[in-house]
T-cell receptor
């Protein structure tokens, strides 16, 4: 399968600061990328869908001004958590899909801790 | 709205046992269904993907079945090993968009 790399794998930030998470497709063109959030011992909840070159589509209840998503190229999408608070602490995972593939491929995830 | 449910939420078995994990979904008009493994603090590893036209898929000791009409899928693990201990997630895809709807997972512990 194709490879999706997510960076960083862990990040700790102070309340009020912003943190950026990167999701890269290493060997294919990702026309669509997804960002999921996972609470402890819970399932993955889709936050937003991003298509290259267009605005992201956010799921109901997800604050688009807090979770900024950019998909400026066919190999990179970024999620920026702005003015982070402790309740934003979670595990964030991206996935990417593209032409010729029957499934999306997942990054390794990012553990965000806001202190 | 599609809802995906996994039963049981947790399972503990002795090594060597065969086991079945269950996944059910409310809307049978799925595009495909996928089973994943997740180790603690890690990302997802895709195990098996079943297209809507298929009934089952096999990979090594794993066998996944799909019954669209009843909205059910099972993941069968043969001769379980301690290394199989992980959380197993099923997810359905409703269209060509790659977007997945996940179940809440089954946490499996295989005791030596």
């Amino acid at each position: 399968g194709a490879v999706v790399s997510q960076h960083p794998s862990r990040v700790i930030c102070k309340s009020g600061t912003s943190v950026k998470i990167e999701c890269r497709s290493l060997d294919f063109q990702a026309t669509t990328m997804f960002w999921y959030r996972q609470f402890p011992k819970k399932s993955l909840m889709l936050m937003a869908t991003s298509n290259e070159g267009s605005k992201a589509t956010y799921e109901q209840g997800v604050e688009k001004d807090k979770f900024l998503i950019n998909h400026a190229s066919l190999t990179l999408s970024t999620l920026t958590v702005t003015s982070a608070h402790p309740e934003d602490s979670s595990f964030y995972i991206c996935s990417a899909g593209g032409p010729g593939y029957t499934e999306a491929f997942f990054g390794q995830g990012t553990r965000l801790t806001v202190v | 709205k599609q809802e995906v449910t996994q039963i049981p939420a947790a399972l503990s078995v002795p090594e060597g046992e065969n086991l079945v994990l269950n996944c059910s979904f409310t809307d049978s008009a799925i595009y495909n269904l996928q089973w994943f493994r997740q180790d603690p603090g890690k990302g997802l590893t895709s195990l098996l993907l079943i297209q809507s036209s298929q009934r089952e898929q096999t990979s090594g000791r794993l066998n996944a079945s799909l019954d669209k009409s009843s909205g059910r899928s099972t993941l069968y693990i043969a001769a379980s090993q301690p290394g199989d201990s992980a959380t197993y997630l099923c997810a359905v895809r409703m269209d060509s968009s790659y977007k997945l709807i996940f179940g809440s997972g089954t946490r499996l512990l295989v005791r030596p």
